[in-house]
């Protein structure tokens, strides 16, 4: 069972953010552990090892180690935006929450890319 960790640096959340900074965060956040899940599930694909001594498959250092690989893996590519998730998710559920987007500093992004206007013609 994987255990969920404090989020990484620079993934938290400030006090006084917005709901639409909150909104990047926890979509960052969401695809992290998307990540960390798939790692896990992939690693637990059986290659036909015995469990004898000559078997690297086994031994709970070696589980330790690659569950925070895996994390450390996943934490890296949502920092880097190479799957591009947390973005997808953001601009969806921007929708919702309004606001400035974070990530590209357009206002109110919507479906692909425009933009919404005011009621008041601004």
Not at 43 to 52: A, E, P
Not at 68 to 76: I, K, M, R, S, W
Not at 77 to 104: C, D, N, R, W, Y
């Amino acid at each position: 069972m994987s255990t969920i960790l404090p989020a990484a640096p620079g993934m938290a959340t400030k006090a006084d953010a917005t709901d639409r900074e909150k909104l990047h965060t926890v979509a960052k956040q969401f695809e992290a552990v998307f990540v960390r899940e798939m790692l896990s599930a992939a690693r637990k694909t059986s290659f036909g090892g015995d469990g004898g001594p000559g078997d690297i498959s086994g031994g709970q250092a070696l589980d330790t180690f690659r569950q925070l690989q895996d994390e450390n893996v996943a934490d890296a590519t949502v920092q880097s935006g190479v799957l591009g998730l947390a973005k997808i998710l953001e601009e969806q559920m921007a929708k919702f929450v309004g606001g400035p987007s974070t990530s590209s500093g357009r206002a109110d992004v919507v479906g692909s890319g425009s933009t919404t206007k005011k009621p008041d013609g601004g």
